[in-house]
């Protein structure tokens, strides 16, 4: 069973997609570290890149052209300023130049060095294979795969073993919700107690809180940039961005200068039902809106549901609880990557195997998880709160037009989040003694799901409104 951390599932990086962008980045930087090992870059006269099946069809509309061309020069996608990208992209456009790992310039064509190619390969749809060609014709290639949320691997899993003695070494070996929950009551602990500790066999107390307060600031910065940024998306289908419209009705001219006076500013703002579904709503649109515009987000489980889950952490600090600090914010985001990864242990979070149920929904089922502990649920409340979420997400598709994660991807992160707070409000109003559907079975039958969906909605945007809505009705 896999070794899987909050900070796993909650990773800060660059939009639109994470297993379209983030993950072909990643990959271009672990095949330079690779490739370093074996022969030096001097020796390297020519590079390209083949992606395949999910990668190639969205491909464009998802920036993995851009995010190859990154990873390659070196770049850091956790770091790198905003507005280097464009600079960085146009430049090997127009000089056709690449400088590999920011060491070496060599001669890089992107029309002719990546090259789309429209066959599947047999172990994952988001496959990669990367080429160096030496002085002296020899041919060095590697294959890797953008399984979701960011995470890359090679066919053979050569940290697999590695991986396992992670799991095994964990306190609590978690590899679903039946045995989340048995530690919960052997332990006498909360979620969050039970994942914090299988953190600590990680890193220290300070590592830990120092990346959650990172991740918070990171998806805290994210909604306070798309309430303050209007115009248009890119990528050609002029999608206005509704944020900062919906935030300027929302802000009552409240004045504040930074991200941190926002949010104490909209705590103190009271608000109505119809306001807090507008909130909600605004705060997960923002997210998507900097995520399609190539801005910095933390996938929650992936790039494209990335709204769902600071959402409605957003709720719960403006709406439930004005007190609530840096300690339920952490609880918050441990029971969300746990859940995640029981999600992801037991199915999938890629869209390219599982359609949009994999994103949205695990999205959705990770933030009502989070929501009912914070609010005082049980454990068993918490997993029933994620079931619920996910079970009225179970067989969404994926069909982004244009390849673009913008629609229905945008409007859908709302929707998810919606949707969790519901799931939460039903959970912590239920007895789940009675629940029929234990979160195991909607893992199982998620996964079911996505083995039967037909192809063209799994990231192909080869059907659904992908096909039905064409260019020129947007
Ligand atoms: S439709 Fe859903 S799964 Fe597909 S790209 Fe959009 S958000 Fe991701």
Same mark, same amino acid.
């Given at each position: 069973m896999?070794?899987i951390?909050?900070?796993d599932?909650?990773?800060?990086?660059?939009?639109?997609?994470?297993?379209h @962008?983030?993950?072909p980045?990643?990959a271009?930087?672990?095949?330079?570290?690779?490739?370093q090992?074996k022969?030096? !870059?001097?020796?390297?006269?020519?590079?390209?890149?083949?992606?395949y099946g999910?990668?190639?069809?969205?491909?464009?509309?998802?920036? @993995?052209?851009?995010a190859?061309?990154?990873g390659?020069?070196?770049?850091?996608p956790?770091?790198?300023?905003?507005?280097?990208?464009h600079?960085? =992209?146009?430049?090997i456009?127009e000089?056709?130049?690449?400088?590999l790992?920011?060491?070496f310039?060599?001669?890089?064509?992107?029309?002719k060095?990546?090259i789309?190619k429209?066959? !599947?390969?047999?172990?994952h749809?988001n496959?990669?294979?990367?080429?160096?060609i030496?002085?002296d014709?020899?041919?060095?290639k590697?294959?890797?795969y953008?399984?979701g949320?960011?995470?890359?691997?090679?066919?053979e899993q050569?940290r697999?073993?590695k991986?396992?003695?992670?799991?095994?070494?964990?306190?609590?070996?978690i590899?679903n919700g039946?045995?989340?929950?048995n530690?919960?009551?052997d332990q006498?602990?909360? =979620?969050?107690?039970?994942v914090?500790?299988n953190e600590?066999?990680?890193?220290?107390?300070?590592?830990?809180?120092t990346?959650?307060?990172?991740i918070?600031?990171?998806?805290?910065?994210?909604?306070y940039?798309g309430?303050?940024?209007?115009?248009?998306l890119?990528?050609g289908?002029?999608?206005r961005?509704?944020?900062?419209?919906?935030?300027?009705?929302?802000k009552?001219?409240?004045p504040?200068?930074?991200?941190?006076e926002?949010?104490?500013?909209i705590r103190n703002?009271?608000v109505?039902?119809?306001?807090?579904?507008q909130?909600?709503?605004?705060?997960a649109?923002?997210?998507?809106?900097v995520?399609?515009s190539?801005?910095?987000?933390?996938t929650? $489980?992936?790039n494209g549901?990335?709204?769902v889950?600071?959402a409605?952490l957003?709720y719960y600090?403006?709406?439930?609880?004005h007190?609530? &600090?840096?300690?339920q914010i952490?609880?918050?985001?441990?029971?969300?990557?746990?859940?995640?990864?029981?999600?992801?242990k037991?199915?999938?979070?890629?869209a390219?195997?599982?359609?949009c149920?994999?994103e949205?929904?695990?999205?959705s089922a990770?933030?009502?998880g989070a929501?009912t502990e914070?609010l005082?649920?049980?454990?068993e409340?918490v997993?029933?709160?994620?079931? =619920?979420?996910?079970?009225?997400?179970l067989?969404l598709?994926?069909?982004?037009?244009?390849g673009?994660?913008q629609?229905p991807c945008?409007?859908?992160?709302s929707?998810g989040?919606i949707?969790? =707070?519901?799931?939460?409000?039903?959970?912590l109003n239920?007895? $789940?003694?009675?629940?029929?559907? $234990?979160l &195991?079975?909607?893992?199982?039958?998620?996964?079911?799901?996505?083995?039967?969906?037909?192809s063209k909605?799994?990231?192909?945007?080869?059907?659904?409104?992908?096909? &039905?809505v064409?260019?020129t &009705?947007?």
């Open positions: 896999e070794a951390s909050t900070f599932m909650l990773k800060i990086g660059i939009g639109p997609s994470s297993s @962008t983030l993950g980045w990643r271009a930087e672990k095949w330079l570290v690779e490739l090992k022969v030096a !870059f001097v020796d390297v006269i020519e590079v390209n890149v083949y992606i999910s990668l190639s069809l969205t491909g464009k509309g998802h920036a @993995t052209d851009y190859l061309m990154l390659l020069s070196g770049q850091d956790e770091y790198i300023p905003i507005e280097n990208i600079t960085i =992209i146009n430049r456009n000089e056709k130049f690449i400088e790992d920011g060491k310039t060599i001669s890089f064509n992107p029309e060095n990546i789309f429209k066959e !599947f390969l047999p172990f749809a496959g990669m294979t990367f080429e160096a030496l002085f014709g020899q041919k060095l590697t294959t890797y953008s399984i949320g960011g995470f890359v691997v090679k066919k050569k697999a073993k991986n396992i003695e992670i799991f095994n070494s964990f306190p609590f070996p590899a039946v045995q989340l929950l530690y919960c009551k006498d602990k909360s =979620i969050s107690e039970i914090l500790e600590r066999s990680l890193r220290t107390d300070k590592e830990i809180d990346e959650l307060n990172r918070w600031d990171t998806m805290l910065d994210c909604m940039t309430c303050h940024t209007e115009g248009f890119p990528g289908l002029n999608v961005r509704r944020a900062f419209e919906i935030h300027q009705k929302l009552e001219n409240n504040y200068e930074s991200s941190k926002w949010l104490f500013s703002t009271t109505k039902f119809r306001q807090i579904l909130w909600v709503s605004c705060f649109l923002a997210v998507n809106e995520n399609a190539l801005g910095r987000v933390v929650a $489980p992936t549901s990335a709204g889950i600071p409605v957003m600090m403006v709406i439930e609880n007190e609530a &600090d840096f300690t952490k609880k918050f985001l441990l029971v969300a990557g746990e859940i995640g990864s029981i999600f992801k037991g199915a999938t979070i890629s390219a195997m599982g359609g149920q994999a949205i929904g695990v999205s990770m933030a009502a929501l914070v005082g649920g049980t454990p409340q997993l029933m709160a994620a079931e =619920i979420a996910m079970e009225h997400h067989g598709t994926c069909d982004p037009i244009n673009l994660v629609i945008i409007e859908r992160n929707m989040a949707k969790a =707070i519901n799931a939460a409000e039903l959970a239920s007895n $789940p003694e009675e629940a029929k559907v $234990p &195991d079975k909607v893992v199982n039958t998620m996964w079911e799901t996505a083995k039967d969906m037909n909605y799994k990231e192909t945007s080869k059907g659904g409104l992908a096909v &039905d064409s260019f &009705d947007c």
